[in-house]
C-alpha cells in the first residue's frame, strides 16, 4: 500500500516537529518538513508529495511562491492552510483535503 507524501511547510522549527510527527503517527501518511520556501521546492522537486500543508509563519505571500512551482510539477498536488488547534483538526484537514467532493443531488423540476 502507497503512503500518502505530505510536505508539511513551518517557519517554526518547534511547531514543524510536531505537525511531521503527528502526520507519521497515521500509517497511511508519510510526512516530510520544510522550513522555508527554498527548502520546500527542493524537496518537492526531488521527490513525489500529494499534499502540501502550509503551517504556521506561511502567509499568502508565501503561498503564491509555491503553489505555481507546485502544481507544474504536480496539478494534482492538494494545498492544506493548517493554523494549528491540535491533532483532530490536522487530521480532519488532511482527511479533507483527500476526500473527492460529494457530487450534489439533482433537482427535480
Known sequence: MNKTEIL???????????IIRLINNNPEWNGTGATDEHQAMVLFTARPFDVVLMGSGMDAISA??????????????????????????????????????????????
Not at 8 to 18: D, G, K, S, W, Y
Open 8 to 18: 508539511a511547510v513551518c517557519r517554526h522549527p518547534e511547531i514543524l516537529q510536531t
Open 64 to 109: 503564491d511562491k509555491i503553489k505555481p512551482a507546485c502544481r507544474a510539477i504536480n496539478p494534482l498536488v492538494k494545498f492544506i492552510q493548517h493554523y494549528g488547534g491540535g491533532s483532530g483538526l490536522l487530521t480532519a484537514e488532511i482527511y479533507g483535503a483527500l476526500t473527492p467532493p460529494k457530487p450534489s443531488p439533482k433537482h427535480r423540476a
